[in-house]
């Protein structure tokens, strides 16, 4: 009967430990990665870019997070900030609130902020009116289309394309007037994109949208992962001939507001020349 006891005690406590972390510790620590890589033909002026990857807020408003978010960037002090998608949560309504954070996360960005939509911007009822909102906040959201990122005479490409997990992607449009020889890297919401792209010669593919398995059980994430195939790009680095591809973990939640063994993350990376 004691032993009985001591093993409920302890299933108890542990319990109690694995929900604050899940709902109150784990969800608050965003973890900053950082990250090198090396790309082929980079032109000398973009050796040693900073690049930081954010993706999935899933904002309802101006909040904690997002101050957080702010006071990351303003520390990092990246050369271009990159957003993959679920900016805002298909239930938020006060985008008002959020489009203040996103006017002080461009502040000091203008035309080196760009970003792509996910799932949740196209459920969201707002959908329509997000367009403007980015626009006036100083954020360029790309739509099946390239733009180029240029340091004096040099450039590379930046590609986004529209969500891939509802479909909305259209890699071809996005790459018509995109020189072959040229280092390009794609954002696309879901690495969903990654295997219709393996042909087009990109040297990185930023994408969130798996939040790492935000509640990372083993043996269980395959099934409650967001993604229709290619499961094991679940996170972090993949690389697969001579393209990368990053999954980030994400930094907010969403259905549920917890996190197990998934710390939301941005991410710096430092572009390399490679041979």
């Given at each position: 009967i004691k032993m009985r006891?001591?093993?409920?005690?302890?299933?108890?406590?542990?319990?109690?430990?694995?929900?604050?972390?899940?709902?109150?510790?784990?969800?608050?620590?965003?973890?900053?990665?950082?990250?090198?890589?090396?790309?082929?033909?980079?032109?000398?002026?973009?050796?040693?870019?900073?690049?930081?990857?954010?993706?999935?807020?899933?904002?309802?408003?101006?909040?904690?997070?997002?101050?957080?978010?702010?006071?990351?960037?303003?520390?990092?002090?990246p050369d271009f900030i990159f957003?993959?998608?679920?900016?805002?949560?298909?239930?938020?309504e006060d985008l008002e609130s959020c489009q203040k954070f996103w006017q002080e996360l461009a502040?000091?960005?203008?035309?080196?902020?760009?970003?792509?939509?996910?799932?949740?911007?196209?459920?969201?009822?707002?959908?329509?009116?997000?367009?403007?909102?980015?626009?006036?906040?100083?954020?360029?959201?790309?739509?099946?289309?390239?733009?180029?990122?240029?340091?004096?005479?040099?450039?590379?490409?930046?590609?986004?394309?529209?969500?891939?997990?509802?479909?909305?992607?259209?890699?071809?449009?996005?790459?018509?007037?995109?020189?072959?020889?040229?280092?390009?890297?794609l954002l696309a919401h879901s690495p969903e994109i990654f295997r219709r792209i393996k042909d087009k010669n990109i040297d990185l593919v930023l994408s969130g949208h798996t939040h790492g398995c935000q509640i990372n059980i083993p043996f269980l994430c395959d099934f409650f992962i967001p993604l229709k195939y290619d499961k094991k790009y679940k996170r972090g680095l993949f690389q697969e001939n001579s393209t990368y591809l990053y999954v980030n973990r994400g930094i907010g939640e969403t259905f549920l507001p917890i996190r197990f063994r998934s710390f939301p993350e941005i991410i710096l990376i430092n572009l390399t020349a490679g041979h």
């Open positions: 006891a001591l093993f409920f005690k302890i299933l108890i406590v542990g319990f109690f430990t694995i929900g604050t972390l899940a709902f109150f510790i784990t969800p608050n620590l965003i973890k900053v990665e950082r990250l090198s890589l090396q790309i082929n033909n980079l032109p000398p002026s973009f050796e040693g870019t900073k690049i930081l990857h954010l993706t999935d807020f899933h904002s309802k408003k101006f909040g904690r997070k997002e101050k957080k978010v702010l006071k990351l960037v303003s520390e990092l002090k957003i993959t998608g679920d900016i805002i949560d298909w239930q938020t502040k000091n960005y203008q035309q080196r902020i760009f970003g792509v939509y996910g799932n949740h911007e196209h459920r969201n009822r707002n959908f329509k009116n997000l367009d403007n909102l980015f626009i006036r906040s100083g954020i360029k959201i790309l739509n099946n289309e390239a733009v180029r990122l240029e340091k004096g005479d040099d450039f590379i490409y930046l590609i986004g394309v529209d969500d891939p997990h509802l479909g909305y992607d259209d890699i071809e449009k996005a790459m018509e007037k995109v020189e072959e020889k040229a280092p390009k890297i």
